[in-house]
């Protein structure tokens, strides 16, 4: 199985850190927030990944190679020009055309998450699945009783009936006839396959998961992978 990692973004709200470094390659808890996700698809048995880079691409490749000082075996995708990640999938499709399936993550992410429950999920009736996580809340909440008695103060809780794109997926080649030229699959691909009722959501509960977009989510990650050491 192969495992398809998007890292060819600017990683704009983390300037002036992206200025020479690609998000993926920004240090969280020690290593790069790529190797974390090197190591997690290999925990899983996944050891061959196809990464699709564009900014700063050389960094990228001079970092990791071909794989083997992490144990795995990687192959690059090169974006000229920004494609969106919905185009740097489809960017990809010659070298997974021929899989039975293959797995995708943002190049952004680090988490613990089991990515083979994706592929379970995955019957002849569906061309992919999406993991899905709680969404917590970027505030504190306030529980208030009777008579407007205020009882409880809870620091960013998680909301149980709200889920969150956690953008690892599972799809079957067939999702290369949805995905664009250019543009974003969460915004073409993704919306018409739910229309057409064929992507499925995997729930994952009490997992390690956080999305590194701006400094403050830089600074959680680093505290949050320092207390739980999530691969």
């Known amino acids: 199985m192969k495992a398809v990692i998007?890292?060819?973004g600017f990683g704009k709200r983390l300037r002036p850190i992206t200025e020479n470094t690609p998000k993926p390659l920004v240090?969280?808890?020690g290593k790069p927030i790529i190797v974390w996700q090197l190591q997690l698809f290999k925990k899983y048995g996944i050891d061959e990944f196809i990464i699709c880079v564009g900014y700063l691409r050389e960094k990228i490749i001079n970092t990791l190679g071909n794989g083997s000082r992490y144990g795995v075996k990687i192959a690059y995708v090169v974006e000229?020009?920004?494609l969106g990640t919905g185009?740097?999938?489809k960017n990809a499709e010659p070298l997974l055309k021929n899989e039975e399936g293959?797995?995708?993550i943002n190049g952004d992410i680090v988490t613990n998450l089991n990515p083979l429950r994706l592929k379970e999920k995955v019957s002849d009736n569906f061309i992919g699945a999406i993991a899905v996580t709680m969404l917590r809340s970027p505030y504190g909440i306030v529980t208030i009783g009777e008579n407007e008695v205020i009882k409880d103060f809870i620091e960013k809780p998680?909301?149980?009936n709200y889920w969150i794109n956690a953008g690892v997926y599972y799809f079957k080649p067939e999702v290369f006839r949805y995905l664009p030229e250019k543009g974003d699959i969460?915004?073409?691909a993704l919306p018409l396959l739910a229309k057409e009722g064929r992507l499925v959501a995997v729930r994952y509960n009490d997992i390690f998961w956080k999305s590194i977009d701006t400094y403050k989510d830089l600074e959680e990650a680093e505290r949050l992978v320092k207390k739980f050491?999530?691969?």
Do not use: C, Q
């Open 80 to 82: 000229d020009e920004p």
């Open 158 to 160: 998680t909301l149980p």
């Open 229 to 231: 050491n999530p691969i």
């Open 102 to 104: 293959f797995f995708v």
């Open 186 to 188: 969460e915004k073409t």
């Open 27 to 29: 240090n969280v808890g």
């Open 87 to 89: 185009g740097a999938i």
């Open 6 to 8: 998007l890292a060819g």
